[in-house]
């Protein structure tokens, strides 16, 4: 059984954390891309981006709760909940540049579109590195730690006020 300690000292530093999510976020989001593009074409570009955007947090969340972070294991479900927040905001992000795209340019290509599409992730993406280590697997790192800190008994000890018997008398200097 691995201890609260050896969790903490397993947590990645930022340069580390940040490669294992450019390389998990990205496969991720290099399959979305894919799967959106072929979705899109049975449905309507919106809907599978929000599908597919749907599923792929989802992965993500885990794959960065057991890897990425040094969570250890599943992501909660506030972690979740946070995480998809986070997407939610890539969401309108790529949406938007598709949007743009499509009103700048009437026919654009297959080729075009991904560009568009992953540089807009790509942006979205380190938006939510810094959010997901900074806010939503923060909070692991913060209880970890402070369970470490309360291993050992702390002894606290109290100062007694000493209250005057009498009454007190307060007096004004001219």
Same mark, same amino acid.
């Given at each position: !059984?691995?201890?609260?300690? %050896? ?5 990645? &530093? ?13 496969? $991720?989001? /290099? ?11 049975? /449905?309507?570009?919106?809907? *599978?981006?929000?599908? /597919? ?11 960065? %709760?057991?890897?990425?972070? &040094? ?9 979740? *909940? ?15 540049? !598709? ?9 654009? &290509? @297959? !080729? ?8 807009? %992730?790509?942006?979205?993406? $380190? ?16 209880? @970890? ?27 004004? *200097?001219?």
């Amino acid at each position: !059984m691995e201890t609260e300690q %050896s969790k903490q000292r397993a947590t990645p &530093g930022t340069v580390t954390a940040f490669a294992r999510f450019a390389l998990l976020g990205g496969g $991720v989001g /290099i399959a979305s891309s894919l799967a959106v593009a072929a979705l899109a074409s049975w /449905i309507y570009w919106g809907l *599978a981006n929000a599908l /597919i955007t749907a599923a792929s947090t989802l992965l993500a969340t885990e794959l960065h %709760s057991r890897f990425t972070f &040094g969570a250890g294991g599943r992501a909660t479900g506030r972690q979740h *909940a946070q995480s998809a927040g986070s997407a939610a905001a890539a969401y309108a992000v790529t949406s938007a540049a !598709m949007l743009v795209l499509q009103r700048l340019v009437a026919t654009p &290509g @297959v !080729m075009l579109e991904q560009v568009v599409y992953l540089s807009a %992730s790509a942006l979205a993406g $380190v938006a939510r590195f810094a959010l997901l280590r900074l806010v939503v697997f923060a909070r692991s790192r913060s209880q @970890v730690a402070a369970t470490v800190r309360t291993v050992r008994p702390v002894h606290a000890t109290t100062a007694r006020a000493v209250v005057p018997a009498g009454p007190v008398v307060l007096s004004h *200097a001219a």
